[in-house]
Each structure stands twice: as C-alpha cells, then as structure tokens.
C-alpha cells in the first residue's frame, strides 16, 4: 500500500492552475529525491519534475519547463507541484515519487509511490 498520498487534482479550464501535494512518511522524505511522473493511458509514465528534499537543482521535462515548479515544506514532510498555464496536453493522472537518489527517480525506478492524482486541462 502506497505511503506517499497525493492531493490536489482536478479539472481545470486550459491556463488556469493547480498546485498539488504529496505527503510523506519523514523516513521516505528526508534526504531523499522526490519527484512527479505523470501517465496518460497508453503511454509511458514519464518524469516531469524532482529535486533532492534537502536542496539542489530541480529537473523540469523540457515541456513543463517555465510552467511547472516544484517545491517542499519539510515542517510537513510535503512535496508540492504547482502547475501553471495548463494544456489540455498536461492532462494525466500524476504521481508522486521518493528515491535515494534523484539518478535512480530520473531513470524511472523510484522506491515508492503514490496512487495518483488526476489532472484534466480541458479547452
């Protein structure tokens, strides 16, 4: 079952917003890389923002990039995505990751998982 809860989903008009959140135990967040993926059906889970909890360069996929930003509030263990001038092309169900090393979310093999929030960006 996983531990990291996502929040925050939603239908959105296409450049409106929506922030979302996910909430970790502290031993899956602290000195970890966490990040969001997002999945459409039929299509690949694909990274589309991570940084180390502790500091450090974010990762944007190059489509998101200037769009989307992610951020943490260690007092609560949470890693937020705020999601700007969405696209109905940002549409998917997204899910928030931990790893031990951003190398290892990067390349698709985070430890842990959330279930998924859904983001529809409609026309």
């Known amino acids: 079952q996983a531990q990291l809860v996502e929040s925050g989903g939603g239908s959105v008009q296409a450049g409106g917003s929506l922030r979302l959140s996910c909430v970790a135990p502290e031993h899956m967040y602290v000195g970890r890389c966490m990040g969001w993926f997002r999945q459409i059906p039929g299509k690949e889970r694909e990274e589309v923002a991570s940084s180390y909890t502790f500091g450090g360069d974010a990762h944007y996929a190059d489509s998101v990039k200037g769009r989307f930003t992610i951020s943490q509030d260690h007092a609560v263990n949470t890693v937020y995505l705020q999601m700007n001038s969405l696209k109905p092309e940002d549409s998917a169900t997204y899910y928030c990751?931990?790893?031990?090393?951003?190398?290892?979310?990067?390349?698709?093999?985070?430890?842990?998982w959330g279930q998924g929030t859904q983001v529809t960006a409609s026309s």
């Open positions: 990751a931990a790893a031990s090393s951003c190398a290892r979310l990067r390349r698709g093999s985070p430890e842990f």
